[in-house]
């Protein structure tokens, strides 16, 4: 099998694809209370066109593919997408990340199309402050959402949980989730470039950790598949894992194995990078695949090292790359 190789000799065979912008939360870390301004209709890629690119991609070395957003599942038929990128190749991994909230209606449909696992975003067990961070979600449809996944065998299920304030006390709850169900949490440190608060709101998943430890012998495990960059443990007798994730107090560039494509057909190297290549209008203006790949390989050449320590402020917010 071919493969993509950046500057720095690592491995690219990751995609993520930010299938919209649109979303139906407004997460006080993501965006402000009215949104981020929409891209327009006719500037975000088809499915005919993400199929493509996807598929030249795969061609040249990606095997993993994780779609998110924005919200993807407010993309309509989603589970058509799905099922082209699993009729590629039998090999090739897809995933998503959602908020979970229209995740219990499409569950089945993506499941019998050829998702394989799911992260499924949810910052507070409490419904009153679950609703204050999404400012217009409920806790319960999320939770409907990560039931569903079981239900339909989608595996593994993680909950990715951002880093907030008032998450230290709100931990027991996260350990009980995972002695009731067999979900892995994975606890994210909130980056300040891409989000809207100022940095005073960080807390390390290290302190998270240190914190979770008065609630059992947390003991390195096994990464469940997908792991990425967490770091797993596990509590004794518990269904699921405890993962941790720490961009920001000790990055892991060096293991950066991901490329980027935003809703409007952008290649991004780096979610911190200003470097953007357009392969939309490659694809709308050429049948031949020869260019599209020269763009992917272009993006890869601008794969920097690290993304020096969050100095940058990204000119696009997390819900317009996709996280
Ligand atoms: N809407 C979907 C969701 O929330 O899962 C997918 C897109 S969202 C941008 C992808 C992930 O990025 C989510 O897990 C979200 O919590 C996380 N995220 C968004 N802004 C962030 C920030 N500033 N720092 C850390 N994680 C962030
Ligand atoms: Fe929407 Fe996800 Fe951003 Fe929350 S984190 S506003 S659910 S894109």
Not at 177 to 200: A, Q
Not at 258 to 285: H, W, Y
Request: net charge neutral; hydrophobic share 35%.
């Amino acid at each position: 099998m071919t493969s993509l190789v950046d500057p720095f000799s690592r491995s690219i065979d990751y995609l993520r694809l930010a299938v919209t912008d649109r979303c139906n939360l407004r997460c006080v870390y993501c965006m402000p209370p009215e949104g981020v301004p929409h891209l327009r209709h006719e500037d975000i890629l088809t499915y005919e066109e993400i199929v493509r690119f996807l598929r030249i991609s795969v061609q040249a070395g990606i095997n993993k593919i994780r779609l998110t957003g924005g919200e993807p599942l407010v993309r309509k038929d989603l589970d058509h997408l799905v099922r082209e990128i699993s009729s590629m190749r039998q090999d090739v991994d897809i995933s998503l990340t959602t908020n979970g909230i229209l995740l219990a209606q499409q569950a089945e449909k993506l499941a019998a199309a050829g998702l394989k696992r799911v992260n499924v975003s949810i910052d507070s067990l409490d419904p009153a402050t679950y609703r204050r961070i999404t400012r217009t979600g409920t806790l319960e449809q999320a939770l409907e959402g990560v039931e569903a996944a079981l239900e339909v065998g989608l595996d593994p299920v993680k909950i990715n949980v951002v880093v907030l304030e008032q998450l230290c006390d709100e931990l027991e709850g996260f350990v009980n989730l995972i002695y009731r169900l067999p979900v892995h949490v994975r606890f994210i440190e909130y980056m300040s470039p891409c989000g809207v608060f100022d940095s005073s709101y960080y807390v390390s998943a290290e302190e998270v950790k240190n914190r979770l430890a008065g609630y059992g012998d947390l003991t390195s495990a096994q990464p469940p598949v997908g792991a990425g960059p967490a770091r797993y443990f596990s509590l004794p007798g518990a269904r699921g894992m405890m993962g941790f994730i720490s961009p920001v107090s000790s990055h892991f560039c060096p293991e950066c194995n991901r490329l980027r494509l935003t809703a409007d057909g952008k290649m991004k190297p780096c979610l911190f990078s200003q470097d953007e290549d357009d392969v939309r209008e490659i694809l709308r203006n050429s049948q031949d695949d020869a260019p599209v790949l020269e763009a992917i390989r272009l993006s890869l050449s601008k794969k920097p090292r690290d993304h020096g320590g969050f100095k940058v402020q990204s000119s696009r917010k997390m819900s317009q790359i996709g996280g």
